[in-house]
Structures are given as C-alpha cells and as structure tokens.
C-alpha cells in the first residue's frame, strides 16, 4: 500500500487542493475524502423551478423565479458550488484535470434521481466560444454531458454555438448579464417535439441557461430542462 500511494503521489498532489492537509485516500483524486463527503448538497424545501434553498417550508418558488420569467421548466444541481466542489471543478474547467469529469459525473447521477436523466430525448451541453475552447481545449460540459448520456442510453447532441465572446457573468449584474449573453447563441438544429436536458457546470440566476433554452424551444422543442454540477447560492 506505501508503495502504491508513492506511485500516485507521482501523478496527483499530495494535498488537498481545499483543505491542504495530506491525502491518505486518493478516491477522490485531489481533495481529501473529509472535504468530499462534507460537499454540501440542496436539501429541504428548494424552489420548484431553480432548485435554490427556500426558507419558507410554505413557499413553492423562489422570489428570483417569482419576478423573473424562466423559459425552462426546471433545473437541478448535485451540491453547492463551495469548498471541495468548487475546487475540483475549477481543478478541471482552468486546470485541464479532466479525470476530474469521471468524478464529477458519477457525482451527478448520485445526487439526482435518475427518473431526470430518464426523461429527456437528447441532452444538449452548453456550448463555449471559438476562442475559449480553443484556449482550453475543451468542453467541460460536453465531457460531462456525454458521460450522463451514454449512462442512460440517451441521444446527444452538440449542436448549439456560441457565437459571441461575452464578459465573464459571475461578475455582472442581472441586467449586465442579459444584455451580455442577447445573440451570444445559435443553433440550426430542429428539436421538433423534442424534449431537452441542458447540461451546465455552475448556475448562479440561470441566464445563461435561459438564453439556450429561448432558442431550442423556437426551433421546435416541447420542454427544456437543466442540470448543472453546482449551484451558486
């Protein structure tokens, strides 16, 4: 076992990348199976539409889905974009750790019932621009995306573009965040009588996701759904 765990030293970081204190137990590859296991997860009464933590175990909806108009009908999300979550998806979107995606997947179709992925008739990740993929070299939700519906059997489909660079939106305003992402995505593709799950890795108010979801529903789809890896809250 001590000369395995020298092996793997080799290859992965000998601390965890959120606490810092070594890691006995490489299971979960570069945080320590204490910071996994104490991801936080989107338990007790959450919004019927975004699936954000609701105080009032009377209320439905969320006061965001109450104002706002959400052109899908509902997301979920497998934890809270926090500490160990957090860091193992920056660890592959900024860091190109991509056996981090196996880890993530399987930590998805743990933490949402699977009759969610049974239900859509293709998965459709959200698309990144020309210029970030190329600076990245890939997709992460695409990655993601192709695992779940391979999984489930389900058809997916690349097929929506991102036509438009757009400003980071963690650091805009909701209006910013619109006038951000108006005409950043296209897609020829007909979802006739289709109905879609989008795959995302963090959803913060869900703009991004509602802007896609405006265009599948125009070119023919019946319902669209989301799922992400992480909320922001």
């Not at 930590?107 to 600076?135: A, H, M, Q, R």
Request: proline share 3%; charged share 25%; hydrophobic share 40%.
């Amino acid at each position: 076992m001590n000369l395995l765990n020298g092996l793997i030293s080799l290859f992965y970081p000998t601390q965890c990348s959120n606490c810092q204190r070594y890691i006995k137990d490489f299971k979960y590859l570069y945080v320590c199976a204490n910071c996994f296991l104490s991801i936080k997860k989107l338990t007790g009464n959450v919004c019927s539409i975004c699936s954000k933590p609701i105080d009032s175990v009377f209320a439905d909806k969320c006061l965001e889905c109450l104002q706002y108009e959400k052109r899908f009908t509902k997301v979920k999300q497998a934890g809270i974009y926090d500490g160990a979550l957090k860091e193992l998806i920056h660890l592959l979107k900024f860091y190109g750790k991509r056996k981090v995606a196996d880890l993530l997947f399987k930590f998805i179709i743990e933490n949402i019932e699977s009759n969610y992925f049974l239900w859509p008739d293709v998965i459709v990740p959200v698309p990144l621009s020309k210029k970030v993929l190329g600076e990245r070299g890939f997709n992460q939700t695409e990655i993601i995306g192709k695992k779940i519906a391979k999984y489930f059997d389900k058809s997916f489909s690349n097929v929506i573009k991102k036509v438009k660079e757009t400003l980071p939106q963690n650091k805009l305003s909701r209006e910013e965040r619109l006038k951000n992402l108006k005409n950043a995505f296209s897609t020829d593709f007909s979802f006739k009588n289709k109905k879609v799950l989008l795959i995302d890795d963090v959803y913060t108010t869900g703009a991004t996701m509602n802007e896609i979801t405006k265009i599948i529903l125009n070119n023919g789809a019946t319902e669209v759904r989301g799922v992400a890896i992480a909320r922001s809250v």
